[in-house]
């Protein structure tokens, strides 16, 4: 198969305020917010093209969850904008009353997730989203790998009715899954072909995978490379269909090990093909002021670390 | 011209609804919920233009209510059935098990009439800002409705609520706020006082105005007659109700203390005995 490629380094969040944009063109019912974060977000071109579905919230992010719960009912299809932790952790309850246990059709697009939003430290790097969303029955929660997945997933997912948490983040990574790859919520994507080990990557790591698995080719290890883009619903047939052939499995994910796409991964393996697996993520701990890629060595995300956690995986096959 | 005396009778059947339907349950919430009872039969007998029969959960060309303060779920149920919503007859399944009619308002079952889930405090304003956008955006005029406890003010998404309303000139909005003056620990004096609630929406920027006795049904009417009239002028509008909790039953009125308690078999009695069956009771 077709070897992904680097077209040049872009960040996921300018990936959704492309997709936001385009939407807005051809879809009259999408409405934007945002809470005081338009810029960071990438919304200024929608809300600058269209300022009458455009609603700036100001500092008050419990409301514009509410605000846009309320929007759903007359058929409007709201798509809120801020940070991770705000999007979540700092509303949980509004998303969980308002939105998931109401059925409303909101999306909820979340930047700034994880270690890699850097200098400002643990106060703003959630590590915990995916977990708290996942949770939420109804809730679907993707999280994309680079601009153009991350473009494509925000189209996407006005086509789809129910709520929605899509998470992204804020530095520029390898832009690297075609331009016109089609999104399939709940589809995921085989990377590279390989026998000798499964890597399971969502988000920011998923281009890690793929330098893992050219390490790995060196060292003679044959990896298989496998995007989930969607964590919830998990496309439970593509994981269990890779590690019938290879039989471990690394899982990798710019979160806490504790709630994640490992932990999904894990609770079907176990129910369905019990398999050895070891966690690319966060142990539980905070994280700290850094740059992205000091973090992401510091707190074991790395290339090397996939690495090292595939061939650790691999002796404890038989 | 609306029938006083009729919407009287309903009141009063709602208020045996009300009781009845705790009493079975022996769960659920009378105080606020009698408190409120003229408000509810005035709004969707008199005030509302909506459609029972139909219901739709997008509200298009229709007024639309948010109830907040979900707890007052027994008043609510009563007039959406008694309004034509659904039949009386699922009132028996108030707070029980595979019921439409969960302890809390929701839309998770399907029930006719409520179009969000509410309980947890503090979140309905929000929700009635985002419906009554929506409607500007579909050139639809009619309005949004919503009932709020005063309690519910402590919760700080209320006031990012009151915040957001007038900067957006969401003047399809009118939000009425149930002054009773009790919360669950006791009175709000006690637990956490309010200070002027209508002073407070006016420096928000709201139009704001009273009805001094939500229990006199004509006063009712004519508030929100006349809110109804200042809405499209810019504003969003507040209306603070006065209204004594447990309204029509001696011994839980003006107390906080049948906030969320369900009344005995000779309680049931006492209470029925002074409420009127005037539009025959649910069976």
């Known amino acids: 198969m077709e070897k992904y490629i680097d077209q040049g380094a872009k960040d996921t969040r300018s990936g959704f305020g492309a997709g936001l944009l385009e939407l807005g063109r051809k879809n009259t019912k999408v409405v934007g917010l945002c809470a005081d974060l338009t810029g960071s977000l990438k919304m200024n071109a929608f809300k600058d093209e269209f300022p009458d579905r455009f609603f700036q919230v100001g500092i008050a992010e419990a409301n514009m969850m509410g605000i846009a719960a309320g929007l759903t009912v007359g058929g409007q299809i709201p798509f809120t904008g801020t940070f991770a932790n705000f999007s979540t952790g700092r509303v949980y309850d509004q998303i969980r009353q308002s939105i998931a246990y109401s059925g409303k059709n909101v999306k909820i697009c979340a930047s700034h997730s994880g270690l890699t939003l850097g200098e400002d430290g643990a106060t703003h790097q959630i590590l915990e989203d995916i977990g708290l969303m996942k949770m939420l029955p109804g809730m679907t929660v993707i999280n994309t790998c680079d601009f153009n997945q991350t473009k494509a997933a925000t189209i996407a997912i006005a086509e789809h009715t129910g709520p929605v948490y899509l998470r992204f983040g804020r530095p520029k990574v390898p832009n690297f899954t075609p331009e016109d790859q089609k999104f399939e919520i709940g589809k995921a994507l085989l990377l590279k072909e390989g026998k000798d080990v499964t890597i399971i990557a969502t988000g920011h790591l998923v281009w890690k995978a793929l330098e893992a698995a050219d390490h790995l080719a060196q060292k003679n290890i044959d990896a298989e490379v496998i995007n989930i883009h969607t964590i919830k619903p998990l496309d439970i047939e593509a994981i269990l269909n890779s590690i019938t052939k290879t039989s471990c499995v690394v899982t990798a994910e710019e979160h806490q090990k504790n709630g994640g796409l490992g932990e999904s991964v894990a609770a079907v393996l176990s129910q369905h093909l019990p398999t050895p697996q070891q966690f690319v993520a966060v142990n539980d701990s905070f994280g700290e002021s850094g740059k992205p890629e000091e973090l992401l060595e510091k707190y074991g995300l790395s290339t090397t670390n996939i690495v090292e956690k595939a061939e650790a995986v691999i002796r404890r096959k038989n | ?283």
């Open chain 2, 1 to 283: 011209m609306a029938d006083i005396e009729f919407l009287k009778k309903v009141c009063s059947q709602v208020r045996r609804d009300i009781v009845r339907m705790v009493h079975a349950a022996q769960s659920g919430h009378p105080g606020g919920s009698l408190g409120c009872t003229e408000f509810f039969v005035a709004l969707y007998f008199e005030i509302l233009e909506h459609h029972p029969g139909k219901f739709d959960m997008e509200g298009r060309n229709e007024d639309l209510f948010f109830l907040s303060n979900g707890h007052i779920s027994p008043v609510y149920y009563s007039v959406l059935s008694r309004s034509g919503y659904f039949e009386l007859a699922e009132l028996h399944t108030f707070r029980k098990i595979n019921s439409r009619l969960q302890g809390h308002p929701t839309t998770h079952e399907g029930l006719p009439g409520v179009r969000i889930a509410s309980g947890s405090l503090g979140q309905g304003m929000s929700v009635a800002i985002g419906a009554a956008l929506s409607k500007k955006l579909n050139g639809d005029q009619h309005l949004v409705y919503s009932l709020h406890g005063d309690g519910e003010l402590q919760e700080g998404q209320v006031w990012e609520a009151a915040m957001f309303a007038p900067n957006h000139n969401v003047d399809n909005l009118i939000c009425t706020i149930d002054a009773n003056g009790q919360q669950i620990d006791g009175s709000t004096d006690s637990v956490m006082p309010l200070g002027s609630i209508q002073d407070k929406f006016k420096a928000f920027g709201w139009e704001v105005m009273s009805i001094e006795n939500g229990n006199d049904i004509e006063q009712v009417l004519h508030g929100l007659k006349k809110a109804k009239s200042l809405s499209g002028k810019g504003k969003p509008i507040c209306i603070v109700m006065n209204t004594d909790m447990g309204y029509g039953v001696d011994f839980m009125q003006g107390t906080h203390k049948w906030h969320g308690i369900a009344p005995n078999d000779e309680q049931l009695e006492n209470a029925l005995a002074q409420l009127k069956e005037t539009l025959g009771d649910y069976r």
